[in-house]
């Protein structure tokens, strides 16, 4: 049997449902291993920078690595 390979397009949206939530972590290297300090899950950009910024401030750690989640929906694309 011959198999058919179809192309077709998919689009991604933001699902309206969905919570969007950012995080941070303090990837400060602290002798052997990461600081490691971490934010909880924030509902803005902007807090997780005030986060970041009060943590900077307190310890004058300055790498962070964000965490930024959302849903999507996926669906094929209208043609
Ligand atoms: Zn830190």
Redesign the pocket.
């Known amino acids: 049997m011959r198999s058919v390979l179809r192309y077709v397009d998919y689009v991604a949206r933001p699902d309206p449902d969905g919570e969007q939530t950012w995080q941070a972590e303090?990837v400060?290297d602290v002798g052997d291993k990461d600081?490691g300090?971490k934010c909880p899950e924030l509902g803005g950009e902007q807090a997780v920078v005030d986060w970041m910024a009060e943590?900077t401030k307190e310890?004058g750690?300055e790498r962070f690595k964000r965490i930024y989640e959302d849903y999507a929906l996926v669906k094929k694309a209208e043609k």
């Open positions: 303090c400060t600081c300090v943590h310890t750690h």
